[in-house]
């Protein structure tokens, strides 16, 4: 199997229905819809042998010709609906629902397992070519995505009752998978998946083989991957209908309550993401809402194979109203072959504008702080050597990474701070915080050291603010050779903004939390507080900052 794929876990509770109950029972979101088949539309009594399904509102029509291969009409006991019984041979067919090629799309469907031993397809779009098949398939004990060799049909437990699923592919093959109300999340190979479109089939593969021996109520179809809320509504409109048991009564694991979109659930502090590594948090401000950015990638019990974390990461999403509770969003940045690292998020001409590390440095634009979208001309730093002053002299520099945009302008520029090294400066000392500058955010120029001590190999994901007429920066600092602690978190100051910022004996940050990288944050009272990663899994509550009359900052 070539897939990888990473297991999360949060569950929908008290509250979800009455937060989405103004789009009713029967909201399907429309755009996007290609197909909705529901047995709630046949007037058969049960017991009859069905060669016709035909979709809502004139949609496509999947049938059977032969009668001993046709589904018998059931009733459910639970909700009382109609349901398609497919007892090990029973096959409908119809035209393909999702366009050639298609990478990014939805599959949900209700049925019920009548046995968990070997493959069985609830409903695939058909292809025997590698990539080109896309399968909602159950696999033993648990279901997922079936693609050709390019699979993850092992994301969720088959539990017993109804099963209600939601799939989701995003850009960039990334799996999302709703299991009566639980999250289960997994990857594919995205270059690898090439939908083909010569028909649908529901209840075995294309092929031949892999019969499904269980009870089909509703199969829906977007050719577009639905966000968190969608699926949220969607989840809700299924457990009205069909009466599934929620997962949290049904598996055997500690639930992970976390916000989804609007949803009023409960939440956890710190905040994580279940399945996931998540570090090097960066945020953005818009009226009363936080936006937290950060890397993500699946943890160790996900993907063993941790080899490709720093090369294959992406840019999550969560936004919150007062730094405790936060709600995951979709991704904001997916990778494109290569990851994605540090960057920051600034406000220039009516649009945001994210600065990340990708192919050197590269540039996003989002009206909304949720789409975001690459620019043109990127990248926009291509590793060139830059020089700036240091102490009255010319010395050159090579950006690394992790740029700090400072959220003003000023003097007409955009200033960045970034990780970089000295040319000609020894392993071990090279390392340095600089300043560059543009008026666009596009074309960059170097400008000054601003933080150079000659002691360390790294001075990474850095951040500049004022306070009561003294600057500050925070950085992650990285030994080398390393020492029993490899790296460490430091607070420097200074006189004016472009430095020079230098140690203080309290510089080494005494946190109440364990972590490395971290950001200052006004918070909603106004007052400083500083949120910290916390090993690669969480990020941290907030934590009081108190700044002393000698500037020296304490953390409670």
Known sequence: ??????????????????????????????????????????????????GEWAGVSGGPLYSQKDEQFRPELVTDADSGQHM?????????????????????????????????????VIFEQCSSRVGGRAALLQAGSRYGFCGQNNDAFSLAP??????????????GGKLRLTHNGALFT?????????????????????????????????????????????VARVDEYFRNKWKYIPAAAEMSVMPFYMQRGAVNTLAIVPYRSPGNNLWDFWFARNDNT??????????????????????RQWVGHATSADLVHWQEQPTALFETGKGIATGSVVRHEGKWYMLVTHKGFSLAESDDLRTWLWTDGNPVYRNE?????????KVSFRLLADPYIYPEQRDGFWYAAVNAHIQGAKEGERGAQVLIRSRDLRAWEGYKV????????????????????????????????????????LIYMAKSFDGPYEAQP????????????????????????????????????????????DGMIDFE
């Open 450 to 489: 601003c933080a150079w001590d000659r002691n360390y190999e790294r001075m990474e994901t850095s951040q500049i603010w004022e306070h009561a007429g003294r600057w500050y920066m925070y950085f992650g600092a990285v030994y080398q050779p390393a020492r029993k602690n490899a790296s460490v978190n």
């Open 186 to 230: 997994g990857a594919i190979d995205a270059g690898k998946q090439k939908m083909e479109s010569t028909r649908c089939r529901i209840g075995a593969k294309g092929t031949g083989g892999e019969y499904l021996n269980g009870d089909i109520g509703e199969i829906i179809v977007w050719n577009r991957a639905l966000d968190a809320y969608e």
């Open 84 to 120: 398609l019984r497919f007892a090990g041979r029973q096959i409908l067919d119809g035209p393909a629902a999702l366009p050639e090629g298609a990478g990014v799309l939805t599959i949900a469907a209700v049925w019920i397992s009548r046995t968990h031993s070997g493959a069985q």
């Open 290 to 311: 936080y936006h937290a950015f950060y890397l993500e990638y699946p943890d160790s019990k996900s993907l063993p194979d941790q080899s490709q974390r720093h090369g």
């Open 385 to 393: 050597v830059l020089s700036g002053d240091w102490q009255g002299a």
């Open 506 to 549: 309290w510089s080494e940050m005494k946190l109440p939390v364990k972590g490395y990288i971290g950001k200052r944050i006004v918070a909603p009272d106004g007052n400083d507080v500083f949120l910290m990663g916390q090993t690669y899994n969480a990020l941290s509550k907030p934590i009081s900052m108190k700044y002393g009359v």
């Open 158 to 171: 088959v539990t017993s009752g109804k099963q209600a699923g939601i799939l989701t592919i995003e850009q």
């Open 1 to 50: 199997m070539t897939t990888h794929t990473r297991y999360s876990l949060f569950l929908y509770i008290a509250g979800l229905a009455m937060a989405l109950s103004i789009y009713g029972t029967d909201s399907i979101p429309a755009d996007g819809l290609v197909l909705h088949l529901n047995t709630g539309t046949m007037s058969a009594p049960a017991g009859s042998m069905v």
